[in-house]
């Protein structure tokens, strides 16, 4: 007999209540700051193949509705009560998808079945590798990025494996963090399995793998009835990280988006191919990858707040991932900052769903959350410190009906902030400033939310700060329907005086006593012609520090005196500019709209189909040397097309030539 709605709804609340009771235990039990406070983990319930059935709602990262441990789970032979198994190895399976993600889960058993398991990961502060918290684009292969274990069992009927771990905290730089987030992850997967047998207790073993699997079948029934609301149609939308690498060429991700009745395919060609940098996010060409999906969880979330957030969402999509891409790279590739490229992931999902319902969309949210790593020596009692210190988020898109939110984007709102007395007691530097930066938000008759600024004084030498996720300083976050790019992120060290350095998208720095690092992320682009928002609302943005008066007549049309609107003065600069302005759908700012002069559709077109028919090791290669070779002419009748750069390549290095 089929499950019933009522009973049905009431495992749902029970499954959900396990999910969250494993986050609390975690979240109340971890030594280091990033799972403590940042929360960067995740707690789930899975059904017996490895498919993600329940999540909690406030707590932790939101990547992971639709995760499948299935891949690393089946490299185990044979589960027995008691065990627990681990992996992060971002190329075992295909489920750690950084070195720091530390995977683990817990079969629970009914007899001799295994009925469900309890999931979730710990992102560790550092696994080793060639920099402190194991992170950084400039690393080249997988191998420099930290100590790795494929999926393998660290309890075995309970009995924990001492060897494994001494190898594991052998490697990593402060092994008592590890080993204490290790001891409250094992804590709530304990606490999972407790809360999954009174369940199954509860509503009987057949009913209880029934229902599971219901669940998976409703969310999927959710996830076809939002995709019938959308118009039928194919959607093309393309967005770019700031560099390949360090000081190197813009990334490219594009996407072709086709909804056909209640399903749609999420094709990814003509992304940029694998990179010598860490930017390369590893899906192993799976069709529902879920960091493919992580946009399209947003987006159906926002258009149904009463989703059920498991695994059958996936079903409805097909991803198409060309391999040897930046979003399907071959082994050894670098993949640490897959979480920079996975945040231009949702971007281009958001633009592209964008164009099918500009109605219901925002612009485009920050899409850089530069989290901040210290590792300095404590003056006083003479110890290494290494702990994150903050996640530096930017704003939220403006939105259909409201402003953005401020300082906490769709790309990082999952990431909890540490307030200053923590890091102030725990991280031997001092924070001068922390908070919103005015103007930052892209200008709109909903404005984009703010960025958040931080600034910090380091006291001891040789201290090394990794801001990992460096982006947007160069391509804005983009503004729709007349609405304004947000403001680009900055990294200076020592602003304002004669030992200022501007750093950019650098994302590892030494620094000496005495050093002020600044940090701000990029602001939300804006939604909707600025010159339509009611004057009143720039005057209270103008009071509350959040637009300065110059900003306020320049993109707003808004002319304040004595505190009052100048009505008068309002309406006449407003028509004036009404003149001027040229509103698309989209406004990218000057940065895109410079780059795609030279790198248009056809040119890119091109370099698709010329990658594509080269081996995998010379993509990377013949992609920054074409660039050069459009950079060298200034003037746009003497540049060369993809095609005659290429040849001419060819005609320099006759080994391409050859293999060709």
Not at 80 to 91: K, L, Q, R
Not at 369 to 394: F, K, Q
Request: charged share 20%; net charge negative; with cysteine.
């Amino acid at each position: 007999m089929p499950i019933d709605k009522v009973t049905l709804q009431i495992l749902a609340n029970h499954v959900r209540a396990t999910a969250e009771s494993m986050a609390y235990t975690l979240y109340r039990t971890a030594h280091s700051t990033f799972v403590k406070e940042t929360e960067d983990f995740t707690t789930q319930i899975t059904d017996a193949a490895g498919l993600a059935v329940a999540v909690p709602m406030d707590l932790g990262a939101t990547w992971y509705p639709g995760i499948n441990y299935g891949r690393a789970m089946a490299m185990i032979g044979s589960y027995e009560p008691g065990d627990i198994a681990f992996t992060n190895d971002p190329y075992s399976g295909f489920l750690a998808t950084h070195v720091p993600d530390l995977h683990m889960w817990k079969p629970i058993f009914h007899g001799d079945e295994i009925l469900c398991f309890a999931c979730g990961h710990i992102h560790n502060t550092d696994m080793g590798g060639a920099v402190p918290a194991s992170l950084s684009r400039a690393l080249t292969e997988v191998h420099q990025e930290g100590v790795r274990f494929p999926p393998m069992k660290l309890y075995r009927r309970g009995v924990l494996n001492e060897e494994i771990l001494e190898v594991m905290l052998l490697n990593v730089r402060k092994p008592e963090q590890n080993l204490g987030d290790l001891k409250a992850f094992v804590g709530a997967l304990n606490t999972g399995e407790r809360k999954a047998r009174a369940m199954i207790e509860k509503f009987g073993p057949e009913t209880f793998k029934q229902g599971l699997a219901a669940l998976l079948d409703y969310a999927e029934h959710q996830a076809r009835e939002i995709l019938r609301g959308i118009p039928d149609g194919e959607y093309a939308f393309a967005d770019y990280a700031d560099e390949d690498g360090p000081n190197g060429n813009p990334c490219r991700l594009a996407l072709r988006l086709v909804i056909a009745g209640d399903s749609a395919i999420l094709d990814f060609t003509g992304s940029d191919p694998q990179l010598t940098s860490a930017l390369n996010v590893p899906t192993g060409g799976d069709m529902r990858h879920t960091l493919l999906l992580v946009g399209i969880y947003y987006v159906l979330y926002t258009l149904n707040p009463a989703l059920l957030l498991n695994a059958g969402l996936t079903r409805p999509f097909t991803c198409i991932v060309p391999e040897g891409t930046v979003l399907n790279p071959l082994y050894p590739a670098a993949v640490g900052m897959r979480s920079l490229t996975c945040a231009r992931l949702r971007s281009v999902i958001f633009g592209a769903f964008s164009l099918a319902i500009p109605e219901r969309m925002p612009a485009a949210p920050a899409g850089s959350s530069s989290i901040l790593n210290v590792m300095t020596t404590d003056n006083r009692t003479r110890r290494t410190i290494l702990a994150a210190i903050n996640p530096v988020v930017g704003g939220a898109g403006g939105m259909p009906h409201r402003d953005g939110t401020n300082g906490s984007g769709a790309d990082g709102a999952y990431l909890k902030n540490t307030p200053v007395e923590i890091t102030e007691a725990e991280v031997p530097v001092q924070i001068l400033r922390y908070g919103l930066l005015p103007d930052s938000g892209g200008a709109g008759a909903h404005r984009g939310g703010l960025a958040t600024v931080l600034e910090f004084k380091v006291f001891a030498p040789h201290t090394r700060i990794t801001a990992r996720n460096r982006d947007r300083s160069r391509f804005r976050p983009w503004g729709i329907l007349g609405g304004q790019a947000g403001q680009p992120s900055d990294f200076v060290l020592n602003s304002g005086t004669d030992r200022e350095v501007r750093l950019g998208n650098t994302d590892t720095i030494a620094c000496d006593p005495g050093d002020v690092v600044h940090i701000h992320s990029p602001g939300g682009g804006g939604r909707g012609d600025p010159l339509e928002r009611d004057p009143v609302r720039v005057l209270l943005d103008v009071v509350r520090g959040y637009v300065s008066l110059a900003a306020a007549a320049r993109e707003y049309g808004v002319l304040l005196h004595d505190g009052a609107v100048d009505v008068a003065a309002t309406a006449a600069r407003r028509a004036v500019l009404r003149r001027e302005r040229q509103n698309g759908h989209f406004a990218f700012g000057p940065e895109r709209e410079r780059h795609e002069a030279v790198w248009t559709g056809e040119n890119y077109a091109a370099l698709t189909e010329i990658l594509g028919g080269l081996p995998v090791h010379w993509r990377f290669f013949v992609k920054a040397r074409l660039f050069e070779h459009l950079a060298r002419a200034t003037e746009p009748a003497n540049r060369p097309s993809v095609r005659e750069a290429f040849a001419a390549l060819c005609a320099s290095y006759p080994e391409l030539g050859a293999i060709l």
